[in-house]
């Protein structure tokens, strides 16, 4: 069997939808006691888990970002009516 070396052709991924592009929050954009809402079922535990697991994740990924003496960011969520509400606390 002969195979065909070839350059330039993009990779792609096989991994099925594993590693997808993290959600981007606002960080940036906000201040201590800032707050923002998700719209989500609020009365649905796997969807609240969800974004919290999302929520938990960008926070750590969002303060290795920054430098080493930069204060770290903290969130706080609350199940509202309408989705859940995160707030910067530090």
């Not at 969800?50 to 609350?78: C, F, M």
């Amino acid at each position: 069997m002969n195979f065909k070396v070839e350059s330039g052709i993009p990779f792609v991924s096989n991994r099925g939808g594993r590693g997808r592009k993290p959600t981007a929050f606002p960080f940036d954009d906000m201040d201590v006691s800032d707050s923002f809402l998700i719209s989500c079922d609020s009365q649905s535990k796997k969807a609240l888990d969800s974004w919290r697991r999302k929520l938990r994740v960008a926070k750590q990924r969002y303060n290795e970002a920054l430098p080493k003496d930069e204060a770290h960011i903290e969130l706080r969520t609350g199940v509202e009516k309408d989705g859940l509400r995160v707030w910067m606390t530090a």
